[in-house]
């Protein structure tokens, strides 16, 4: 008994000695979808979570936003290809030039869109309407949410829309693919036109695993289209910045990113951009929330 009370000592002296912290304590929360994770708390980044490095992806990795019981995957800062070339026959005008962007801030992303459940206790804790023509289930992506109504749902929480840039480098990642999983299309990884949920209309979040993105989002090309936080402007491409661009300064409808349940392949690419009206809703828009660093 002396001999390993003795023994644990040294451990504990090798420990100081060597620098090495214990594992920090961190509570763990069940999300929305009732997966765990660590909840995450201002700051958070995986060093300190103990995962690894800041500047890698943990795609099988989350964190629960105590909040909305959102799970969040990490992106790490880095560059990326934005736009397409004029090799992609699929590519309008709008996607050009191809261009470097960087992203030079790591920051979570919301491993799904939204869904009915998590929309409808913001509804009830904010006593606004639950648009009622979104009403394929609780684990369904909210749709008939206007980009008003997800800044809304975004900033009670203390999150935000993703930029678009953040959005396309998230999907695509270092490598620039063309989908998520790669530069092969494959209908069978992506709610679409030719794929749809069972009722005709969305799946539930998350039912393609097989889809993830290089950071472990899901659903980013299928099921809903998504409200970005940037106005959109067809032309923008050609005048932004390199560094974290975050859209004109103005503009008269915002950014939509990924195809839906009723698109076609192309709009299914990364890349594909397109834009709304911000007050106005529609049965294939949704979004998805990001936590950025302040
Ligand atoms: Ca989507």
Redesign the pocket.
């Known amino acids: 008994m002396i001999e390993h009370t003795r023994w644990m000592a040294v451990v504990v002296v090798m420990m100081l000695l060597c620098g090495a912290a214990p594992a920090q304590q961190v509570q763990m929360l069940e999300s929305n979808l009732g997966n765990e994770g660590p909840a995450f708390e201002e700051g958070m980044t995986p060093s300190s979570l103990g995962w690894g490095a800041d500047d890698q992806a943990y795609p099988n990795r989350l964190v629960v936003y105590p909040q909305d019981g959102s799970e969040l995957v990490w992106v790490p800062a880095g560059e990326f290809m934005r736009g397409s070339t004029d090799d992609d026959e699929d590519a309008p005008r709008g996607e050009k030039p191809a261009r470097r962007v960087r992203i030079t801030q790591g920051f979570w992303l919301a491993k799904h869109?939204v869904t009915n459940a998590q929309y409808r206790a913001f509804c009830e804790a904010t006593r606004r309407e639950f648009p009622a023509r979104s009403h394929q289930g609780d684990d369904h992506?909210v749709v008939f949410v206007s980009w008003d109504d997800a800044v809304a749902y975004s900033e009670h929480y203390g999150l935000s829309l993703p930029t678009e840039a953040q959005w396309e480098y998230a999907a695509r990642g270092p490598e620039s693919l063309k989908y998520p999983w790669g530069n092969e299309w494959d209908g069978s990884k992506?709610c679409w036109g030719e794929n749809q949920g069972p009722d005709g209309r969305t799946f539930p979040v998350g039912s393609f695993p097989q889809g993830a993105s290089w950071v472990g989002a899901l659903?980013?090309?299928?099921?809903?289209?998504?409200w970005c936080a940037d106005w959109h402007h067809p032309n923008y491409y050609a005048r932004s910045q390199a560094d974290d661009p975050s859209g004109p300064s103005e503009g008269a409808i915002r950014v939509l990113?990924?195809?839906?349940w009723n698109r076609i392949a192309s709009n299914c690419r990364a890349a594909a951009r397109n834009g709304f009206t911000p007050d106005r809703t529609r049965d294939f828009l949704?979004f998805?929330v990001v936590r950025s660093f302040r």
Request: hydrophobic share 35%; proline share 6%; charged share 25%.
């Open positions: 869109a992506p992506l659903d980013m090309v299928g099921n809903v289209s998504e990113r990924g195809g839906a949704g998805r």
